[in-house]
C-alpha cells in the first residue's frame, strides 16, 4: 500500500479531492492489476479498480497487497466512474484529476456531462514521478529482462549469416527471448542490414544479409512486466572495413564518454551534450539526430530523457538507456545500446554483451 500513500501525497500537494488513472502502465503501477480493462479511481478514503467480468477473480487476487477494491462497471465504464466519484461523497468545488495524456476529449466529454462542472482538473506525469525511481523489486525485474535479452543476443550470433533475411533473424531473436523466459517482446524487434542499417527504426524486411553487410539489431525483453533495450551492430559474414571499424569505434566512444559523465546532479541535457560533443567533432554530428537515450520501465519509453532539450537532474535509482548512432544514408548506420542504472557515484551498466562490430561466432561470451 506504499504507492497508494505516496500518489495520496501527491494529490493532496496538487490539491486534487481525487484522481482518475486510465493509463494502463499506471493502474499497473498503483494497484498490481495486469489485465487490459480498467480504470481506477483514488479518493484520500477510498481506492477503487473498476473492471469487467473478465477480470474480477484475477483483479481481486491480483490487488489484495495493494489496498484497492475491485468493483465491477457497467457497460459504459464512465458511468460508473461517475457514479462511483458520487459515492466516494464530492464536496462543492472539488477537484478530481484525470490524466490528460491519455484520456481523450470525447471521453473527457462524456465523463463531465455526468459530473458538476468543474470537478474534472487535467493532470499530466504524477504517477510518474513515483514510478521515475526503481524499487530494488522493479531493478530485479529490468535486470533480469536485461539477462534475458544478452543472453538471446548470444545465441543468436551464431545465425546471423550470409543468406537469413531481416524478418529471419528478428523472429529468431524474439523466439530466444521467450524461449529463455521471456512474456514477450518488449516492442517489434528492429533487424536493418546493409544500406538499410542506416533506417534509425528500420522495419526488418525479406532482404536476405550480405557478406559484409553492417546489421543493426535493437531489441527487448519484458519480464514481469519491466522491459528491457538493447541494441549491438556487427558485421556479417566477412571482417569489418576500415571504415565500418572506424565508424564503430567513434560510436563506442561517444558511449562511453557519456557513461563515464553519468552521476547524480547532472541534466539528462548534460549527458546528451558529452555524447554528442564527441560526434560533431569528428564531422558527424548532423548523422546523430535522435536522443542519446530514455528511461524505461513497464514501458520502454519513459520519461526523463537524455535528450538536448531534458533539464531533468540524474537521480540515484533511475534506469536510462544510452545509445548513440550514426547514420549515413546509402552507407548504413551503427548504433549501440546499454541500459544503465544511475547509483550514488556514477551508474551501474546492466547490460553484459560485448560490444565489438566483428560477430562472435563462437558464444564466448555467452552470458551465465
Known amino acids: 500500500m506504499e504507492r497508494l500513500a505516496k500518489i495520496r501525497q501527491l494529490m493532496t500537494e496538487e490539491k486534487l479531492d481525487g484522481l482518475i488513472v486510465t493509463t494502463a502502465a499506471n493502474r499497473r503501477y498503483l494497484s498490481g492489476f495486469t489485465g487490459s480493462s480498467g480504470i481506477l479511481v483514488i479518493s484520500q478514503e477510498h481506492a477503487v479498480l473498476l473492471t469487467d467480468f473478465r477480470y474480477l477473480d484475477q483483479a481481486a487476487e491480483e490487488v489484495k497487497a495493494y489496498g484497492f477494491q475491485v468493483k465491477k462497471h457497467q457497460p459504459a465504464i464512465l458511468e460508473t466512474v461517475a457514479e462511483e466519484i458520487k459515492a466516494q461523497g464530492t464536496k462543492a468545488r472539488s477537484k478530481w484529476g484525470f490524466e490528460s495524456e491519455n484520456l481523450v476529449e470525447k471521453a473527457y466529454r462524456t465523463l463531465q456531462a455526468k459530473l458538476d462542472r468543474g470537478i474534472l482538473t487535467p493532470t499530466e506525469g504524477l504517477v510518474n514521478r513515483l514510478r521515475r525511481i526503481k524499487s530494488v523489486d522493479e531493478l530485479g525485474s529490468i535486470r533480469k529482462a536485461v539477462e534475458i535479452t544478452d543472453q538471446a543476443w548470444a545465441r543468436l550470433q551464431p545465425e546471423l549469416k550470409p543468406g537469413r533475411t531481416e524478418k529471419e533473424i528478428a523472429a529468431l531473436f524474439e523466439y530466444f527471448q521467450r524461449e529463455l523466459g521471456a512474456e514477450g517482446a518488449a516492442f517489434p524487434t528492429i533487424v536493418a542490414s546493409g544500406p538499410r542499417s542506416a533506417l534509425p527504426h528500420g522495419v526488418p524486411t525479406d532482404k536476405k544479409i550480405a557478406a559484409g553487410d553492417l546489421l543493426v539489431l535493437d531489441g527487448g525483453a519484458v519480464y514481469n512486466g519491466y522491459c528491457s533495450d538493447f541494441t549491438r551492430t556487427v558485421v556479417v559474414g566477412a571482417a569489418p572495413t576500415a571504415d565500418q571499424q572506424a565508424l564503430y569505434d567513434l560510436v563506442l566512444k561517444a558511449q562511453q564518454a557519456a557513461l563515464d559523465g553519468m552521476r547524480p546532479g547532472v541534466t539528462g541535457k548534460d549527458v546528451d551534450a ?73 551508474i551501474e551498466d546492466l547490460t553484459a554483451s560485448p560490444k565489438t562490430i566483428i560477430l562472435d561466432s563462437e558464444d564466448r561470451h555467452m552470458v551465465k
Do not use: Q
Open 274 to 346: 558529452l555524447a554528442r560533443k564527441v560526434i560533431a567533432e569528428a564531422g558527424y554530428g548532423e548523422r546523430f539526430g535522435h536522443g542519446l537515450g530514455h528511461s524505461l520501465g513497464l514501458e520502454i519509453h519513459e520519461a526523463p530523457r537524455l535528450a538536448l532539450t531534458d533539464e531533468t537532474v540524474l537521480e540515484t535509482g533511475v534506469v536510462y538507456t544510452v545509445e548513440p548512432g550514426i547514420y549515413l544514408a546509402d552507407w548504413g548506420g551503427i548504433r549501440i545500446e546499454d541500459v544503465v542504472v544511475v547509483t550514488e557515484t556514477g
